[in-house]
């Protein structure tokens, strides 16, 4: 039915009227309340672009990293560096700042800020080991490593998993069987 055109009761209707398939029950009721029909777009669907964008893109292009340190939580209410860094930017431009130095402002409060949470974490680490306790969670770690401790537990779980191991000797001995039955042992 996929080389056919039209929604699903068109086709229905088609094909029971070339006697091609049975009226099925249905398709009475569906006829006097067919389903809604939503509208298609007319040709491409234009992108949403918001004023910040484009600071966005140079604050990235500034600083590649960026995109794998600082994640981006769709969950948390705090905005990602580079939305913060073009809002300011965009803050600064409204007034009355040029462009060249509302950027290297925001740039520069974007660096301190970080240098800041740099040294808090160390901080928190001194203090730990003078107190002889646990070194603490990093309160800003990076978006790779928050992925890495997540993974960590599946990592260790197909060493120790009884059924992947079950899974791992299996394609062990298919592999083994399929290397006997070419005729060797390579």
Do not use: C
């Not at 088609?14 to 007319?42: C, D, H, I, N, Y």
């Not at 500034?62 to 803050?91: G, N």
């Not at 060493?159 to 791992?168: A, S, T, Y």
Request: hydrophobic share 35%.
């Amino acid at each position: 039915m996929s080389f056919m055109r039209g929604d699903f009761l068109s086709r229905t209707r088609k094909l029971v009227k070339g006697l091609a398939k049975a009226q099925p029950a249905w398709l009475k009721a569906m006829e006097q309340a067919p389903p809604a029909t939503f509208p298609r777009s007319a040709g491409k669907i234009p992108t949403i672009t918001l004023p910040e964008d484009v600071y966005v893109k140079k604050f990235y292009k500034k600083y590649p990293e960026s995109k794998s340190h600082d994640a981006i939580k769709f969950h948390a209410f705090d905005p990602p560096p580079s939305r913060v860094f073009a809002l300011r930017v965009l803050e600064l431009k409204e007034q009355g700042i040029s462009e060249e130095q509302a950027m290297a402002i925001a740039d520069m409060e974007y660096l301190t800020e970080k240098k800041t949470k740099k040294k808090a974490y160390t901080r928190l680490k001194e203090i730990a080991r003078l107190q002889g306790k646990r070194l603490p969670q990093n309160p800003y770690p990076s978006a790779i490593k928050e992925i890495q401790a997540e993974e960590r537990k599946y990592v260790r779980d197909r060493f120790f998993n009884p059924k992947m191991l079950e899974i791992v000797e299996k394609q062990k001995a298919e592999a083994a069987a399929e290397r006997l039955s070419r005729g060797g042992d390579w």
